[in-house]
């Protein structure tokens, strides 16, 4: 089953607006990491937060978690076309050391 | 330094046939993972490899699908008696420990016909 689910599945903008992702979750984490893919072939890491992390940055990518919530999002700002990939949420289930992913949120920047 | 490579990139094969596919992480990772990607999917957990520990074979589909590591380093993903339903994207990572960030080969795209 499913430990990550993303919404939206499809999310399409402007170059220059920012684009906002959640995910959802069932079971406790030790973290949550977001996952980059673009044209269907291999993932790139973007980031990744403790469970004992409430938001964290990198670059134009702010990542919230709220553990009570059992919820993270990823938020690009100021976005690009070059954004335009899926973006998964991938987290261990109860310090499991294998990641579960969800479906991703397939993001179209529109230049 | 070197990514994950897999190769071949692609395979195309009968129904009925093995294949077996390969993954080469990066040097100095103990850890390597399988998923497979269906199209417009998520990925799915296949079977994960931590040092010399026992592999973790949960995700395994059936008993068609096995893989090995040898010496730590390369690892082989063999499908015994392919089925359609096996077409999809195979994809590798690595990472130095558990509980980090794992890095990707680029897959491998397996259509059964």
């Known amino acids: 089953s499913q430990q990550g689910e993303e919404d939206p599945q499809a999310l399409s903008i402007q170059e220059g607006e920012n684009a906002t992702m959640n995910c959802s979750y069932k079971t406790s984490i030790n973290n949550l990491q977001w996952y980059r893919q673009n044209s269907g072939r291999g993932l790139v890491h973007l980031i990744l937060i403790r469970s004992n992390e ?9 990542v ?11 938020l690009i ?9 899926s973006y998964f949420c991938a987290t261990d289930q109860g310090g499991s050391e294998k990641l579960v992913f969800g479906k991703g949120t397939k993001l179209t920047v529109n230049p | 330094g070197a990514g994950v490579s897999q190769s071949p990139s692609n395979k195309v094969t009968e129904k009925g046939k093995d294949v077996e596919l390969r993954c ?7 850890a390597l993972y399988w998923y497979r990607q269906s199209l ?4 799915e957990f296949l079977i994960y490899f931590q040092g010399n520990s026992a592999p973790d074979k949960s995700g395994l589909p059936s008993d068609r699908f096995s893989a090995e590591r040898t010496g730590g ?5 063999t499908i015994q008696r392919t089925q359609q339903e096996d077409s999809a994207v195979y994809l590798c990572a690595s990472s130095y420990g558990s509980w ?4 990707f080969g680029p897959g491998t795209r397996l259509t059964v016909l």
């Not at chain 1, 978690?65 to 993270?72: E, G, N, R, Y």
């Not at chain 2, 380093?73 to 993903?77: A, E, H, M, Q």
């Not at chain 2, 980090?100 to 890095?103: A, M, S």
Request: aromatic share 2%; glycine share 8%.
């Open chain 2, 24 to 30: 080469d992480p990066i040097s100095g990772h103990t």
């Open chain 1, 54 to 62: 409430r938001e964290k940055h990198s670059g134009r990518l702010r």
């Open chain 2, 40 to 43: 417009g999917q998520g990925l």
């Open chain 1, 77 to 85: 700002t100021a976005s690009r076309a070059a954004d335009t990939a």
């Open chain 2, 100 to 103: 980090v960030e794992q890095f």
């Open chain 2, 73 to 77: 380093s390369v690892s082989t993903l």
């Open chain 1, 64 to 74: 919230t978690l709220d553990t009570s919530k059992k919820s993270s999002s990823l």
